[in-house]
């Protein structure tokens, strides 16, 4: 009886050592993904329900807001779980693998991407750095092109050639557990804009009707995730160079309030001096703003969010001491 049950356990203890070795092997060859949009190993080492507020969105998210300083003027804590071109339906997966882990009292989303194509260009990157599971997988499935999937599986599909280019530090990667950091997925940028001078272009419509009610029926899922959970959602358009007509926004803003009446919409492209922006001195090109706008900006949003009822919770003394670091940090960096 022992020999006959020998050789299939030796067969799977074969193939349990093999995908470890190859999921390490596919560890150690995808590059590290700290900023610019997608952080998910950080996002994981936040406390549990220790989030009061979640940002999602594209860059105009990640570069735009920055929870640290949030925290320093308002003492909400935030996480910017945004992605360069986030499409509203990868957000929608983003959102629900969030809640996983925090029970926001708002989401925030930048609502930019409602103008998005169906597929952008970063769903390798948006979709590839979350965690496995269930929703991983119907990001994939739901959310990226037929041409992709395969890759975003089977890590080493995308990243096997890279072992000419490893370094001692790729398998340091690997090895060394990731930790939460300062940036809180925000992503900053110095460079200022030279040519704010021309003032904002701004454009019609420039996507076929067929996508943009495909991502305003992302956008009602998200409503959906955000009712059930009892999380309060707030769209927004960030103040903007890269605007679009009014009309345009007057359109939006009715559709959203067709689909999620109780979320509140915010149309920011053009407040710049209400916030306290200076587009000559705090964008870093055309579209997004840079740290010094940031942090301006995410200073201006909690305050917005404390006068809608947001409330900042009650923090363990470790966590309440890492993030006055954190606005410490920013303080002293754009100071």
Known sequence: MRKKWKEPLFALAFVLTAALLLNFIAAVLRPAHTDYGSTWDAYLCEPEDSIDVLFFGSSYAYCDWNPGAMYAGSGLTGYVLGGSEQTPAITYWYLKEALKTQSPSVVVMEGSSLFFDRYQNYTQINIGYMPWGANRVGAIFDAAEEDKRLGLFFDLYFYHDRWKELT????????????????????????????????????????????????????????????????????????????????????????????????????????????????????????????????????????????????????????????????????????
């Open 168 to 335: 001692a530090g790729d398998v340091k990667k690997a090895l060394t557990p990731a930790k939460a950091d300062q940036l809180k997925g925000h992503t900053a940028v110095d460079q200022v804009y030279d040519r704010a001078w021309e003032g904002p272009a701004v454009w019609d419509m420039r996507q076929s009707e067929e996508v943009y009610l495909q991502n305003l029926q992302d956008f009602g899922r998200i409503a959906q995730v955000c009712r059930e959970a009892g999380v309060e959602l707030v769209l927004t358009v960030n103040p903007t160079y890269s605007q679009y007509t009014q009309a345009v926004y007057q359109r939006l803003e009715e559709d959203v309030a067709r689909l999620a009446p109780e979320a509140v919409f915010v149309n920011w492209a053009d407040s710049f001096e209400e916030i306290g922006l200076d587009p000559e001195r705090h964008l870093y090109d055309g579209g997004h703003l840079n740290a010094d706008g940031a942090q301006i900006f995410s200073d201006y949003t909690g305050k917005v969010l404390l006068a809608m009822g947001c409330t900042p919770r009650e923090q363990t003394a470790e966590n309440a001491a890492a993030w006055e670091k954190t606005a410490a940090y920013w303080a002293e960096r754009n100071g």
